[in-house]
Structures are given as C-alpha cells and as structure tokens.
C-alpha cells in the first residue's frame, strides 16, 4: 500500500480557528520530545523505579557481605564490689571458724573475633538471587520507562485530540447557529413554519451541548502532561496535517511478534522472575548442606581486684564445622515453599508471553486498519461538503427543506470530529505497538516529533487560568522529595 498523506481537503476554510499561530514574539511552543525529555527528567512513577532500582542492586552488596570476611569487637569497663562471708565447723579442735572479705574494684575485658566463610551454600545462592533479582528489576526499570514515554505521547495527542474536536464542534454551533437565525428571519416575513424554526432549535441546542462536552474533555486532558512532568506549559506543537500514514513496518505481524519476544522488558522482566525463583529453590536446598567457615579469636582481661596484680588473655584460631541434622521439618517445607513459587513464576512467565502476543497482533491489526480509516474519514469530509452543498442548493429551490440541511451540516462536522480523531487514534495505537514490542524509546518518540508542525500552536489555557491565584494553588501538584545523600 502506498503512503497515504491526507489533504486538508478544505478544512482549513471551514474551521478557520483550528490552530493558533505562535507570533514570533510569543514564547516558542513546547514539542513532544521536549516535554518528554521534561518527564524523564522529572516524573515521579520513573524515579521512584530508578529508587528501586538501586535500592535492590545495593540488596546483591547486603547479600555478598556474608561471604566476605566478618570481623567483631566488644569490650566491657565495670566496677564490681564483691562481699564473702564463711563459716566452718571442722577446724582443728572442734572450735569453727569464720571469714568475711569485702572487696570493690574496678575490671576491664576486650575481645576480637574474625571469621570467614570457607563453604556456605546458601549465602551463595542468596548473592546468585540478588543478581537475578537486578536482572529483573532492570526489565522493569525499562518498562516503566517505555509506559512512561507511552504516558506523555498520549496526554500530548490527547489534548490536540481534544482541541481539533472542540474546534469541529464549535465550527458546527456557529454554522447552525446561523441556520436558526435565517430560519427565524424566515418565519417572520412568513416563508416558512415554526416547526422549521424548531428544528434549527434543537439542531444548535445539541451542537452547543456538544460543544460543552467538548470543551471539558480538552480542559480534563491538560493536566496530565503537568502530572507526567511536574511542569506547566503555555502551548505546545500542533500535528501537520500532511504527516505520513502508512502501515507499520516491519509489515509483517510475525515480525512484531519476534521483536516482543526479544526485546519486550514485561517479558523479559518475567523471564527473569522464573530464575530468581529458581534460585529460591536452590538457597532452600542448601540449607540441608554443612557450612565451613574459619575463625580467630583473642580475649584480654584486666582487674584491680585486692591481693591480685596483672592480666590475662588468650587466643583461638581454628575452623569450624556445623551441619543441621534436624529442623522440625522447615527445611524440607521451604523447599516445598520455594518449589511452588518457581512453579507459579512460570506460569506467570506463560501468560505475560501469551498477553504480550495477543496485544502485539491486535495492536498490528489496529494499526493497519487505522491507515484505511483516516484516508476514508479524509473521503468522508469531501463526500459530506459535497452533499451539504447539494443540500443547500436544493433547499433553496424548494425541493429539501431545513431538516435535510441541518442533518448534512451535523454529518460534516462528525466527519470533521472523526478524521481528527483517527489521525491522532493512529499515532498513538502506532506508539503503543512499539512499547508492547519493546522497541519504543526516545529516537521513536523523536521520529514522531518531526509530524508537529513548530509554525502552529495549541494553548493550554482553562477559562479560569487568568484569575490567578486559586488556579495557581489548584494547578500546583508540589515539588518532588529530596532524597536525602
């Protein structure tokens, strides 16, 4: 299929408030890979992942520093006060004797201990885990970057979404508004019925609700760009109309498929989720298994004690030996414990490979079809400006009557409202398709930052933002934590 590039096909004529033109002395609007390069920078679901990140990457040093040489020290400073007093009968002579002794001094004790581990099965599955276990989260680190990036380009494409609707509908209110007023200056002078008046009446009334509705989606999707970015901005880039809808490429759905495979970080992730359990299994069997370890000791006392001069110490150096004959059962349990985790591990691996393939294909599907969708919606506006041409001439001939015309200005003006939809239904479910096949960065998002048109303009301004203060205070989402160093 050959590229389709849509023709404004009179659009421009019929909504002449689409876009706003950024002035050159304007400050210059804010384009898709700025605002994303803002988000990576400043949003707070990502930091908090690159937080994890590093939190479980510090977790493998937790887990190494059992295997690394330990070293103990404690010492202990007293004053001791010592009374004895004795009685014996066996003296000689049958007379007893008695003793009493009253001592109060002061003692002092130091001792080192080193050890290090020789064999200890466990603590070295538990270093492989933590490897594992930032594997993984570096998977999710990826996916939580990729969502984010998936984030922005739909809060952006939504509020221009939003913004081409509203100027369809609001296009459309004028249009029937001025068809009720010809329809009022006709009824007056008494060419035609009030049931004509009526209808024009409740044309417009359902294209201002349409308008209203409108407007409060393009007011509802400002602010998640501020809650993706932690910033405000003025106006961003419009999106050209001659921007390139073609088919996905490769153009082939299997191919995207393979890419998933190898490249999605939620696969990937859960991959590595089977071998961090799997080496749950292995530190609970190495718990049936002797742990070796040599140590050295020395121990030093001193005391002032009455009638007793100097100090002792003493020192140890050895390797020592323990193996568990019997834990009542907990480690045979643990290895039943583990062993369903890996089980259930797998089976999640299973199904995010399923969930990451269906999503895959019918993303490939969507795609392609939204190729077809926006050169027919384009189609429909000119078969629509057509019939509504037709509708008018033939009203003023007297052969359709108002009813006819309002429906054919409605279909024009949904046409309008569709074609923008399917435009920016394209780039986004385009965008999508890449995230689940794990090949969405920051160049992808770059590619797309060149359909925007730098010349044009959409603001992001509520009704209310000029009043200041309280729209300030309610806009104001605060300032990010500052980790503490």
């Not at 797309?448 to 603001?459: F, G, M, R």
Request: with cysteine.
């Amino acid at each position: 299929m050959k590229p389709y590039h849509p023709v404004p096909v009179g659009r421009r004529a019929l909504l002449p408030c689409l876009l706003v033109v950024s002035l050159a002395s304007q400050a210059q609007a804010a384009d898709l890979l700025t605002i994303t390069r803002d988000a990576i920078d400043n949003n707070a679901t990502l930091a908090s992942a690159r937080a994890q990140y590093g939190s479980v990457e510090a977790g493998r040093d937790v887990e190494q520093g059992d295997l690394l040489p330990q070293l103990t020290a404690s010492g202990q400073v007293a004053h001791n006060r010592q009374y004895e007093s004795q009685r014996s009968s066996l003296a000689a002579g049958g007379a007893g004797s008695s003793g009493e002794s009253d001592d109060s001094y002061n003692s002092a004790a130091l001792s080192l201990e080193a050890t290090q581990a020789l064999f200890d099965a466990a603590n070295s599955a538990e270093v492989d885990q933590a490897e594992r276990r930032i594997d993984q989260q570096t998977y999710q680190l990826a996916a939580t970057e990729q969502q984010v990036l998936i984030d922005v380009a739909s809060a952006y494409f939504d509020i221009l979404r939003a913004y081409e609707i509203l100027e369809a509908r609001r296009a459309q209110e004028r249009a029937i508004g001025r068809q009720l007023e010809q329809a009022q200056e006709q009824f007056d002078v008494g060419l035609i019925a009030i049931t004509e008046v009526e209808e024009a009446r409740a044309s417009y009334d359902q294209s201002r609700a349409e308008r209203i509705a409108a407007e409060s989606d393009l007011q509802v999707s400002f602010e998640a760009l501020e809650r993706l970015t932690g910033e405000r901005y003025e106006s961003i880039d419009a999106l050209q109309e001659t921007m390139p809808v073609t088919p996905p490429e490769p153009s082939d759905r299997d191919s995207w498929v393979d890419l998933a495979m190898d490249n999605s970080p939620l696969v990937l992730a859960s991959q590595a989720g089977v071998e961090v359990s799997r080496s749950g299994v292995d530190i609970s069997q190495a718990q049936r298994l002797p742990v070796v370890q040599a140590f050295a000791n020395y121990d030093y006392a001193d005391a002032d004690q009455d009638g007793i001069e100097g100090h002792s110490s003493s020192s140890q150096v050895g390797v020592g030996v323990s193996l568990p004959l019997y834990t009542g059962g907990r480690t045979s349990a643990g290895i039943r414990q583990s062993t369903y985790s890996l089980e259930a591990s797998q089976y999640d691996f299973e199904d995010q490979r399923r969930q990451t393939i269906q999503q895959v294909r019918s993303l490939y599907t969507q795609v392609s079809n939204d190729v077809a969708t926006v050169e027919a919606r384009a189609q429909a506006i000119v078969s629509n400006q057509s019939a509504l041409d037709a509708t008018r001439a033939g009203y003023e001939v007297g052969t359709r009557n108002i009813v006819d015309v309002l429906n054919a200005e409605q279909s024009l003006y949904d046409a309008i409202a569709d074609h923008a939809d399917a435009r920016f239904s394209y780039v986004i479910d385009l965008l999508t398709l890449r995230q689940q096949s794990g090949t969405l960065n920051v160049e992808a998002i770059e590619s797309i930052n060149d359909w925007l048109a730098d010349d044009q303009s959409v603001y992001l301004t509520l009704p209310d933002a000029r009043e200041g203060g309280r729209y300030d205070e309610a806009m104001d989402i605060g300032a990010p934590p500052q980790p503490e160093s």
